[in-house]
């Protein structure tokens, strides 16, 4: 059943000017909205564009980097030919030239080894003869000495017979004397001793004799006192005499007694010149026995110096033989550094003639540049005399001018080689530099939005600043083709 239609109640005019106000304002709101959609619309496709240029411009430069890449290796590779061959070449001419030197070695050798036995054989013929001389000194030494020894013994052999002889004789003499003067003196003492005793025991037995009478005859003494007298007066007067005699023959016997000390003292003095002469014969033969002493000295002092001499002799020739020893090791050493240096030196000839190239193996030194005038002038001075040291050094190292040509030569070319490598290196490092910049751009993180961004373009100019052209440092023996090269940022503007 169909609705029934709402009666249209009339507007007033307020309502109507509500009514349009709120259409004016839903149109607005709806144009904003299709605004906005258009603008995300083309954000999205700036987006899309955006993101597929940067694709593109990726692929371009993958696609430029690899043909340069490819032109660099083929250039790289006809380099290094060209290289090798060179350096073969010149490894080959120093082969030769280490070949000659080696050889020269080789007869150094042989010579100083000749020499060095012929040296060896010098001495062992000095040291021969140096032992022969040292025998016959030896020899007369010895000889000498047991003459002199002999004769000393002799000598002194007869200045001891002669001494025991004197000795033996004066010890009879001596004997002698003091057995005459023993028996004498002994036959006096007897006759002195008879004497005094004959003359004690006369007087001991009248002593007796008047004691008893005098004991027995007390009282008669006064009476027969001067009778007494008379009686012992003439009793004792042929005593007295004897006495007086015996007194004589004491004095007698006294002076004979004093003429044998006399004599005594004779034969003491005489003794005692004979021991004075014993003594002077002992220094006589003390002072030949210290002459024969100081002679011998003498002779051992002359040994001991010819003795010190060998030695010293022997020390300098054993000094001799290690320094020779020593220089011979420090030779040989030497020699085995010169081997191993020359080993080492033909090796990196071989390794060197085969990096020759065919130009330097037909000609392997570099053509002189000097004119005919000068060279001339050059070979004057050359053929004149040196005369500063440095100068007269120099000329025993003029053999090897062909090869301080190759190596100045090599040299040269290693200072190219090098400048070259440093002027690709730079290159390479501003390329490098160059694609950070570009990876920068392309990325989207808060480190590279807070820079400045190489793809952003201001008034048909870009910031990324252009790539210089490689200007090179010296010149490469081999020119190289130049590439223009053109940034792949520029393509991408110019075709957009």
């Known amino acids: 059943m169909p609705k029934k239609a709402r009666k249209r109640v009339p507007l007033t005019e307020e309502e109507r000017l509500l009514m349009m106000q709120q259409k004016q304002l839903a149109e607005e709101e709806l144009n904003k909205k299709k605004e906005d959609m258009l603008a995300q619309f083309l954000k999205d496709k700036l987006a899309k564009e955006e993101h597929n240029s940067i694709l593109n411009m990726n692929k371009i430069?993958?696609?430029?980097?690899?043909?340069?890449?490819?032109?660099?290796?083929?250039?790289?590779?006809?380099?290094?030919?060209?290289?090798?061959?060179?350096?073969?070449?010149?490894?080959?001419?120093?082969?030769?030239?280490?070949?000659?030197?080696?050889?020269?070695?080789?007869?150094?050798?042989?010579?100083?080894?000749?020499?060095?036995?012929s040296h060896l054989h010098s001495i062992d013929q000095l040291l021969q003869l140096q032992h022969c001389r040292l025998g016959y000194l030896e020899e007369d030494y010895h000889t000498e000495l047991e003459a002199l020894q002999k004769e000393f013994d002799t000598e002194r052999r007869k200045i001891i017979e002669y001494h025991?002889?004197?000795?033996?004789?004066?010890?009879?003499?001596?004997?002698?004397?003091?057995?005459?003067?023993?028996?004498?003196?002994?036959?006096?003492?007897?006759?002195?001793?008879?004497?005094?005793?004959?003359?004690?025991?006369?007087?001991?037995?009248?002593?007796?004799?008047?004691?008893?009478?005098?004991?027995?005859?007390?009282?008669?003494?006064?009476?027969?006192?001067?009778?007494?007298?008379?009686?012992?007066?003439?009793a004792t007067e042929d005593r007295k005499i004897?006495?007086?005699?015996?007194?004589?023959?004491d004095e007698k016997s006294t002076k004979e007694i004093e003429m044998q000390m006399k004599k005594l003292q004779k034969i003491q003095d005489l003794i005692l010149s004979l021991k004075n002469k014993i003594a002077a014969h002992?220094?006589?033969?003390?002072?030949?026995?210290?002459?024969?002493?100081?002679?011998?000295?003498?002779?051992?002092?002359?040994?001991?110096?010819?003795?010190?001499?060998?030695?010293?002799?022997?020390?300098?020739?054993?000094?001799?033989?290690?320094?020779?020893?020593?220089?011979?090791?420090?030779?040989?050493?030497?020699?085995?550094?010169?081997?191993e240096k020359a080993e080492l030196i033909l090796r990196l000839a071989e390794m060197c003639r085969k990096l020759e190239s065919e130009e330097e193996k037909v000609l392997p030194f570099y053509a002189c540049s000097l004119g005919w005038e000068e060279q001339k002038t050059v070979d004057m001075v050359a053929l004149e005399k040196p005369v500063e040291p440095l100068a007269q050094m120099m000329d025993d190292y003029v053999g090897l001018e062909r090869f301080w040509q190759r190596y100045n030569k090599v040299r040269l070319e290693q200072l190219s080689l090098e400048r070259t490598k440093a002027a690709l290196a730079q290159d390479n490092q501003k390329l490098r530099h160059l694609l950070k910049q570009?990876?920068?751009g392309i990325s989207v993180n808060d480190e590279v939005l807070s820079q400045i961004n190489p793809l952003m373009i201001i008034n048909q100019h870009t910031v990324v600043p252009a790539l210089p052209h490689t200007v090179p440092v010296s010149e490469a023996r081999v020119k190289r083709p130049i590439y223009n090269i053109v940034e792949a940022a520029h393509e991408v503007k110019r075709i957009l």
């Not at 043909?67 to 350096?87: G, H």
């Not at 004897?242 to 023959?249: D, P, S």
């Not at 010293?312 to 020699?335: D, G, H, I, Q």
């Open 61 to 117: 430069t993958l696609q430029w980097r690899t043909v340069l890449r490819e032109v660099k290796a083929r250039e790289l590779r006809k380099d290094i030919e060209i290289l090798s061959q060179t350096f073969e070449r010149v490894v080959d001419c120093k082969d030769s030239v280490i070949k000659s030197l080696a050889k020269d070695l080789a007869e150094a050798e042989a010579q100083y080894a000749h020499a060095l036995r």
């Open 164 to 234: 025991e002889q004197e000795i033996r004789y004066l010890q009879d003499v001596l004997l002698a004397m003091e057995q005459n003067f023993g028996e004498s003196e002994y036959e006096a003492k007897l006759d002195f001793q008879s004497t005094r005793d004959d003359v004690k025991n006369k007087n001991l037995e009248e002593k007796h004799y008047l004691r008893m009478q005098l004991e027995g005859k007390v009282e008669e003494l006064w009476k027969r006192f001067q009778q007494a007298l008379r009686n012992y007066t003439e």
């Open 282 to 339: 002992a220094r006589e033969c003390e002072e030949q026995n210290r002459r024969i002493r100081d002679e011998k000295e003498v002779v051992l002092k002359h040994l001991q110096k010819l003795k010190s001499e060998m030695n010293r002799a022997r020390a300098k020739a054993r000094s001799n033989l290690a320094k020779l020893t020593m220089e011979s090791c420090a030779t040989l050493k030497s020699l085995q550094r010169v081997v």
């Open 242 to 249: 004897a006495f007086e005699a015996l007194k004589l023959k």
């Open 438 to 440: 570009y990876l920068d």
